[in-house]
T-cell receptor
Framework: SAVISQKPSRDICQRGTSLTIQCQVD?????MFWYRQQPGQSLTLIAT?????????ESGFVIDKFPISRPNLTFSTLTVSNMSPEDSSIYLC???????????FGSGTRLTVV | RKEVEQDPGPFNVPEGATVAFNCTYS??????FFWYRQDCRKEPKLLMS???SGNEDGRFTAQLNRASQYISLLIRDSKLSDSATYLC????????????FGAGTTVTVRA
């Protein structure tokens, strides 16, 4: 299955600042997905990132708050902008795993905003 | 109504026991179904896909009931290492990559 390297694994940030999370995949993939998992909750899709086009955001998520880059078929970044304590969560990237007919996730970024 | 609902548990079982739990989904057009395992502070990992005919992988058996819109997971001969949260994941359309996640069922296997 695909191997994803996600960085940073965790961070503690001041409110009002921004954090950029990176995901590197060891193979070319058409779509990459960004999720948020708040404490005790399940995963919520933030946006789908396609190479060469703007990301598609889910209801409740906007580009100004969560800008995404997808410069090539193996890499994507998610920025959490102007952070507030409510943004404290785990952020995960994911790609479709065609071999296993499922989806592979990055190891996650545990963000705490103080 | 949530798209995917699971009994949160926890299911506390002794080693060697059998544990089973279900997940219901609301969209009758759902096409793909998965069970993922998530350990504490880790990312979800695919446990198994769920096929219409049901499928088995070692001690794990998954079933799909389209009429009642639920899938199930059964774990036989539970091991301590089976302790985790099991996420039910559903994909509505074969050409739509969006996944819907259940909140997870927590299983704790005790010695």
């Amino acid at each position: 299955s695909a191997v994803i390297s996600q960085k940073p694994s965790r961070d503690i940030c001041q409110r009002g600042t921004s954090l950029t999370i990176q995901c590197q995949v060891d193979s070319q993939v058409t779509m990459m997905f960004w999720y948020r998992q708040q404490p005790g909750q399940s995963l919520t899709l933030i946006a789908t990132a396609n190479q060469g086009s703007e990301a598609t955001y889910e209801s409740g998520f906007v580009i100004d708050k969560f800008p995404i880059s997808r410069p090539n078929l193996t890499f994507s970044t998610l920025t959490v902008s102007n952070m507030s304590p409510e943004d404290s969560s785990i952020y995960l990237c994911s790609v479709e795993d065609s071999l296993n007919y499922g989806y592979t996730f990055g190891s996650g970024t545990r963000l705490t905003v103080v | 109504r949530k798209e995917v609902e699971q009994d949160p548990g926890p299911f506390n079982v002794p080693e060697g026991a059998t544990v089973a739990f279900n997940c219901t989904y609301s969209n009758s057009a759902s096409q793909s179904f998965f069970w993922y395992r998530q350990d504490c502070r880790k990312e979800p990992k695919l446990l198994m896909s769920v096929y219409s005919s049901g499928n088995e992988d070692g001690r794990f058996t998954a079933q799909l009931n389209r009429a009642s819109q639920y899938i199930s997971l059964l774990i036989r001969d539970s091991k301590l290492s089976d302790s985790a949260t099991y996420l039910c994941v559903v994909n509505a359309l074969t050409n739509d990559y969006k996944l819907s996640f259940g909140a997870g069922t927590t299983v704790t296997v005790r010695a």
